[in-house]
């Protein structure tokens, strides 16, 4: 039937679990809550209303526990709950990069892994990698530790940290004498609460805009909804934006290159791949990477340096 065929993405990483679509009949015996989010698009194909976070949670539920085994997973009401695809991407790109032979297994730092924890998720379920995640803020990080304690298959691959200094990012998360592979980071895109709004009533228009299409003009995506964004002020914005945030991280990678081996941020804007390539150069890195991304039509990009 039509409706269970799964919906195709391109351009993922070939290893990417997710590249071959959802199938949301399935996904949804797997997570009963799925099911009520579910609609048949105007060729018949089930779908969801991605502008719905609701919906998306579910998804989310349903596609941790099927790719993943992760049983247990949730998170509060207004934090950021990304798409598990488009992270999963980022995690098999970096194991691209790393070149490990086989059987060898990488440790990482994930910075800003927020309530949903879903990089270390993703990482040490797909490579048995051991992961650390760190965040600053108190919900946040209380969260991502009870996901990392709920469920067996995490607990001895994951730790969670609090970062207590808000002027620090590696310092006070890093021990000494702790040695990773990668360190990795979604950033704060936004300069301002101002521009993350503005940012996140686009995005939603979009995805309201193409569940229409998919589903027809009796869409549940609403106006409340497009303001009903999720994520928490440092996981969506900071002073300056990215190209102030990767910075800095660039500016104290300098003090752990004994420590981690490659450094990498995801990076939202393209013009800032050349300043921050030039920066990590200017305080000594001797290799600078730019690893292209692409979620369908979604073009996206990671820097990663070393010393």
């Not at 993703?122 to 650390?132: L, P």
């Not at 500016?251 to 013009?271: A, G, I, Y």
Request: charged residues 20%; positive net charge.
């Amino acid at each position: 039937m039509k409706q269970n065929q799964p919906h195709a993405k391109a351009e993922m990483h070939p290893r990417n679990p997710h590249n071959q679509g959802y199938d949301f009949t399935q996904l949804a015996q797997l997570h009963k809550p799925l099911q009520a989010c579910l609609a048949p698009n105007p060729v018949g194909k089930l779908t969801i209303d991605f502008s719905q976070p609701s919906a998306v949670k579910a998804l989310n539920s349903a596609l941790l526990k099927q790719y993943y085994q992760v049983m247990n997973w949730d998170i509060p009401a207004g934090f950021l709950c990304p798409a598990v695809p488009g992270r999963a991407d980022y995690v098999h790109y970096i194991a691209d990069l790393l070149e490990l032979k086989s059987g060898v297994l990488a440790k990482g730092l994930d910075i800003g892994t927020g309530a949903n924890l879903i990089y270390p998720i993703v990482a040490s379920q797909s490579y048995g990698w051991t992961m650390i995640g760190s965040d600053i803020e108190q919900a946040s990080y209380k969260n991502a530790a009870l996901i990392a304690q709920s469920n067996s298959n995490l607990n001895k691959l994951i730790d969670v940290r609090l970062q207590t200094n808000r002027n620090a990012i590696f310092a006070g998360i890093i021990k000494a004498g702790e040695i990773f592979d990668f360190s990795m980071c979604n950033p704060p895109f936004h300069a301002s609460a101002e521009d993350a709004m503005s940012g996140s009533r686009k995005k939603n228009r979009n995805l309201a805009k193409h569940s229409q299409k998919r589903r027809g003009n009796d869409s549940t995506a609403t106006h409340q909804s497009s303001l009903n964004f999720g994520g928490q002020h440092n996981e969506l914005w900071c002073d300056g934006g990215e190209l102030s945030f990767v910075s800095k991280m660039i500016r104290e990678s300098v003090d752990f290159k004994d420590q981690v081996t490659w450094f990498t941020s995801l990076l939202s804007k393209k013009d800032n791949v050349s300043p921050l390539t030039k920066l990590a150069k200017s305080v000594g890195a001797t290799d600078c990477k730019t690893i292209n991304m692409a979620q369908g039509a979604k073009a996206s990009r990671f820097i990663a340096w070393r010393f």
